[in-house]
């Protein structure tokens, strides 16, 4: 797998906090929301964290698998459908989490199945982006974000190597 040059790491606190910058821009809707779908398996992790602060207690998953490397995103299956009764109206009132969008691929799959649902991202890059309607972030494509649940403790090499003190 071949992955971009620049990293765009980040913690749980930046992770927690970028939700949250979510959470109150679509709380500036000023919107009643009829259930949030997060988009697994990324998606699960903002969604916990917007549907405390927007107070939302129906939440569907919709589950999709890919196999994708940075360049290339193979196919998308999709595991699991949305409750049919979340459709009506083309998914109106209804609000979608994930945590990123990148080629848009995953977001078209969804607004396929919801035309009228409200979709939100943590992160965002400029192919994804006019596939999403609320984002905090927005990153170059050719940027990787390296989300906390993916990542632990390692040694870093000092940034002039050789440095011996
Ligand atoms: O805009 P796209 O190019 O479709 O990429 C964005 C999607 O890729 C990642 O999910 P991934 O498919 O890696 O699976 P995961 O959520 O299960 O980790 C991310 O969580 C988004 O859902
Ligand atoms: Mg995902």
Redesign the pocket.
């Known amino acids: 797998m071949s992955l971009p040059d620049k990293a765009f790491p980040v913690s749980w606190d930046q992770f927690h906090r970028d939700a949250r910058a979510l959470a109150w821009r679509v709380a500036g809707m000023q919107r009643e929301w009829r259930a949030m779908v997060a988009?697994?398996?990324?998606?699960l992790v903002p969604a916990a964290i917007i549907c405390r602060e927007l107070g939302i207690r129906m939440i569907e998953t919709v589950c999709?698998?890919?196999y994708?490397d940075y360049e290339e995103?193979g196919e998308?299956k999709v595991l699991k459908d949305v409750d049919p009764r979340l459709l009506e109206d083309g998914g109106d009132g209804i609000l979608v989490i994930?945590?990123?969008?990148?080629?848009?691929?995953?977001?078209a799959v969804v607004r396929a199945m919801m035309p009228k649902a409200h979709f939100a991202t943590v992160y965002a890059?400029p192919?994804?982006r006019p596939?999403i309607d609320t984002f905090v972030t927005e990153v170059s494509q050719d940027t990787w974000i390296y989300f906390p649940w993916d990542m632990g403790l390692t040694y870093q090499e000092p940034i002039t190597k050789g440095h011996r003190g």
Not at 39 to 43: A, D, N, Q
Not at 98 to 107: F, I, N, P, Q, V
């Open positions: 988009i697994t398996r990324g998606g999709i698998a890919s994708h995103q998308l994930d945590d990123l969008t990148d080629t848009g691929k995953t977001a890059k192919k994804g596939l």
